[in-house]
């Protein structure tokens, strides 16, 4: 299958500070990526969709200017959480398809703990 | 509103034996249909994926997929200590659209 990677793994941030998360397809073109958070013991939640060169469209209820979603090239899509506070401590985890196949690969995910 | 639907378990089966998971779906437009596996703590893992009616096997796995009854089932058989995890079922519309994701069922499988 395809290869998704994400950086950094996991990180931890003061409470007002913004963290930026890299997602990138390492063997294909991904023309369409997805961003989810998953809290404990939950299901995963779609924050955003994004394809590139294109705004986000973002899910109901997910605050567009908190979570700064960017897809600049075919293979890199990068998530910045602002103004981290707290509650915003999560599973953060991208996944993408290509022009070539139906299929949606996740990568490792990032874990979020602001303090 | 788009929906998949699957029991949440546990479902509990020895070594050895078959693990049967099932999820039903809302949508009828929807075209794909994906097996994820996620471990604790980790993200979900691509298992299977079936586009038609019927059945589609990939080693100890099969998919089944009943579009007329809006039916999505896995199969595992032998399973394994190792096949412990949450299975989630996802549909798709589209290509390129965002999956719809089942809440998992928990698999537990004792040695």
């Known amino acids: 299958g395809a290869v998704v990677s994400q950086h950094p793994s996991w990180v931890i941030c003061k409470s007002g500070t913004s963290v930026k998360i890299e997602c990138r397809s390492l063997?294909?073109?991904?023309?369409?990526m997805f961003w989810y958070r998953q809290f404990p013991k939950q299901s995963l939640m779609l924050m955003a969709t994004s394809n590139e060169g294109s705004k986000a469209t973002y899910e109901q209820g997910v605050e567009k200017d908190k979570f700064l979603i960017n897809h600049a090239s075919l293979t890199l899509s990068t998530l910045t959480v602002t103004s981290a506070h707290p509650e915003d401590s999560s599973f953060y985890i991208c996944?993408?398809?290509?022009?070539?196949?139906?299929?949606?690969?996740f990568g490792p995910g990032t874990r979020l703990t602001v303090t | 509103q788009k929906e998949v639907e699957q029991n949440s378990g546990p479902l509990s089966v020895p070594e050895g034996a078959i693990a049967s998971l099932n999820c039903t779906y809302s949508?009828?437009?929807?075209?794909?249909f994906f097996w994820y596996r996620q471990y604790s703590g980790k993200s979900p893992e691509l298992i299977m994926s079936?586009?038609?009616?019927g059945d589609k096997e990939d080693g100890r796995f099969t998919a089944q997929l009943n579009k007329a009854s809006q039916y999505v089932s896995l199969l595992i058989r032998d399973s394994q200590p190792s096949d412990s995890a949450t299975y989630l079922c996802a549909s798709r519309g589209q290509a390129g659209t965002a999956l719809i994701f089942g809440k998992g069922t928990t698999l537990s499988v004792s040695s």
């Open positions: 996944s993408a398809t290509g022009t070539d196949f139906y299929e949606q690969y």
């Open positions: 079936i586009y038609s009616n």
């Open positions: 063997d294909f073109q991904a023309t369409t």
């Open positions: 949508d009828r437009g929807s075209q794909s």
